[in-house]
């Protein structure tokens, strides 16, 4: 029962989210019919478009055939290719999947023992590196530092595809530029996080059970230390969707960011539509696991609460 | 630990490996922007234009002056009203193996009347019968007289079963053009009929990716759409070989006529007199771009060369101003979209202009507003390229006062009844002229083009208007 209740929770958050993007694509500037018609067709010819597309009802008629058919699992058409976006959702989809996860995967796997380093030297020389990397990834944002990795990874060293999708490792430049924003967060939240629970008294006792310093650590000390983590974690799985926005059209990775980009800029209302949809249910979807995950880690926090 | 170390490890060996490398005797062109569609009655972008013009054939082309000349077939005009079209012997295959014929010709352009969401189809509203006669000719009527009708007619050939069979040409084109599509899943994967040479098309929108994958060996070729300072980067680099070329498409600042300021012809020839061209040329253009005069080049069959670009004077500018009685400084705003080239070109102009009197405000907006706002006239100035121009009904589109938007592209809403005249007219000298005296464009340049290659990469040709016909004729050593 918790569960359902929290499955019905997402559904304003969801209506919210359609809502708002409803809105904000049919009322920026723009307009599908003059994209695709072009400056020489005549008034009647614009208007029949406009008919046949249902782009001349009003806007709540247009939302609610639009949340009709979204009911029935229908995403609709794409206005210039005519594709039906489902399709075009589960071809980019993946894509995008393997990137985000990649760089989840790359992001724990460099910024938790980077933390739990800086933590564990404090104020020595190793802390200091970790902070001063954790301050400089964060200050990076993904168009430039992923040129620079392609000039060092792809030209320099030659080791790695520029960009796009094909050849050995293609994905891992993508990857890392995703990655060093979370990657940054990751190490000063776990650092940040092991110091406070070093100072604990259950480590203490631990220690002095004439525990070895390893063992206090890793099953003590981190396990507590890493509740946190998984939150940050979970939130920023929602960044990294947005952050593949950019990548993907920095790189060419045909994901759903790409998509996107392509369908605002040929206004094409549909598209943009589907594609926020689907990342803010990841998002919202996400949230929830990590919730669920916060739980398990944590007996003392329950679906209830 | 261990256990999850290894566990990461197969999950990033998973997530990084099933991709398939590049086969190197393929020839690939990293292009600015994907075709949007490869069916011809949609396209309108650029890039779906240059790839249709591979893909298809169509009944004209332009020779090096942009006349119409015959391309599968050749033409009489029996009366102004009546053209007949004959088909040659050349291009008659299409890719599935049928023979283009007259019935084919008559089939695509009814389906394009047909269309209500075909860009194209206005532009054939004229037509008021298309039909077969004797075989191998089609008869077109008009329904008025239009001296330039041939060289509207280079919309692709589409088989006429297909076409009664509702086929996605947009996807899986079949046409009698020198290359046909094999697939299109990422990148558009072209073969070249003649020797079965495979190109690949990948789009790669950053400039700066562009070049890094040139140099890297990833693409072969790249075409236009770089800033300078990186053509000029990559004349520097061994292995690479950079070729310019004079270009026809056509750069310009448009009015807006209804704006007060902007009514009277002084202010509108004291920004042109502001502006520097020649300094923007040198400095911030491709090599071989030219000072503009009108939207056709001189060498155009319908250009004007007697006409001179606006020289670069901002006292006399000034003095027109002050002549016209605004208040200086004059406070102009100028809509340009996002591209990094346009916004640095604008910010030069703001530069320019101010010792003539000028405060030029520069706002940036992403394509799909700032098209917008030009369109509904939400601008006083704005920056844009005409591209492709082939004929000089442009002027019609642009400047005739029936072309008001949103039946046409008279953005800046110039009504003038002597030009509408010699427009109808056809007389195409003195239209160019009373453009130039009237001002509703300002003439920047005809931007340069160029095309970059790797060595062992050979037989590329660069077109004044950037098509990538080129492809027909380009070769990879040792493959």
Known sequence: MPLLKRVAGIIPTVFGVLLLTFLLVHLVPGDPVEVMLGESASGADRMALRAELGLDRPLPVQFSHY???????????????????????????????RLAVLSLLMAVSIGVPLGIVAALRRARWPDRLATLTALTLSAMPHFWLGPLLMLVFALWLGWLPVSGMEGQGAILLPAMTLACGLTAILTRMTRASLLEVLNEDFVRTARAKGLPERSVILRHALRAALLPVVTVIGLQLGSLLAGAVITETVFGWDGIGRLLVESIEKRDYPVTQACVLVIALVYVMVNQLTDAVYSRIDPRIRLTT | MLRRLFFLAVCCLIL??????????????????????????????????RVNRLLYRALVDFDARARAVPSLASWVSEDPLHYRFTLGQAGRTFHDGSRLTAEDVVATYRSLLALRDAPHAAEFANIAAVDTEVTDTVLFTLRHRDEQFPARLIIGILPAKLLAAGHDFSHHPVGSGPLRLLDWNRNLLLE??????????????????????????????????????????????????????????????????????????????A?????????????????????????LPPEHWAGNPALAPWPYDPALARRLLQESGVELPLRLELKTSTDAQRVRLATIMQAQMQPAGIELVVRSLD?????????????????????????????????????????????????????DALIDRADWPAV????????????????????????????FQISLDGNWDGLVTIVKQGH
Request: glycine share 8%; with cysteine; aromatic share 8%.
């Open chain 2, 367 to 419: 394509w799909g507003t700032f098209f917008d706002d030009v369109r509904h006239g939400k601008f006083q100035l704005y920056g844009l390229t005409w591209v492709g121009i082939r004929t000089p009904e442009i002027y019609r589109l642009a400047f005739h006062s029936a072309a008001l938007p949103p039946a046409g592209a008279n953005r800046g809403h110039l009504q003038d009844a002597e030009l």
């Open chain 2, 192 to 269: 070249r009929l003649d020797d079965r040479q495979r190109l690949v098309l990948e789009e790669v929108r950053d400039p700066t990716v562009r070049v890094l994958k040139l140099l890297r060996g990833e693409a072969d070729l790249l075409q236009g759409d770089l800033p300078p300072e990186l053509v000029g980067y990559l004349k520097q680099q061994p292995g690479v070989e950079v070729m310019v070329s004079p270009g026809s498409n056509f750069s310009y600042l448009g009015f807006n006529l209804t704006d007060p300021k902007l009514q009277d012809v002084r202010v509108r020839r």
């Open chain 2, 432 to 459: 160019t002229a009373r453009a130039h005296a009237l001002l509703p464009y300002v003439p920047l340049w005809y931007e340069g083009q160029f095309a970059a290659v790797r060595h062992g990469v050979s037989g």
């Open chain 2, 16 to 49: 990084t490996g099933c991709t398939k490398s590049p086969d190197p005797s393929e020839i690939r062109f990293a292009i600015a922007q994907k075709p949007l569609t490869l069916d011809p009655r949609y396209a309108t972008d650029a890039a779906s234009e």
């Open chain 1, 67 to 97: 949340l009709g058919r979204l009911a029935q699992g229908d995403f609709g058409h794409s206005i210039h290719t005519h594709a039906p976006i489902a399709g075009l959702l589960a071809e980019r989809l993946p894509a995008t999947a």
């Open chain 2, 271 to 295: 920004v042109a007199l502001a502006i520097d061209r020649d300094a923007m040329i040198r400095h911030a253009l491709v090599d071989a771009s030219r000072p503009a005069t009108a939207i």
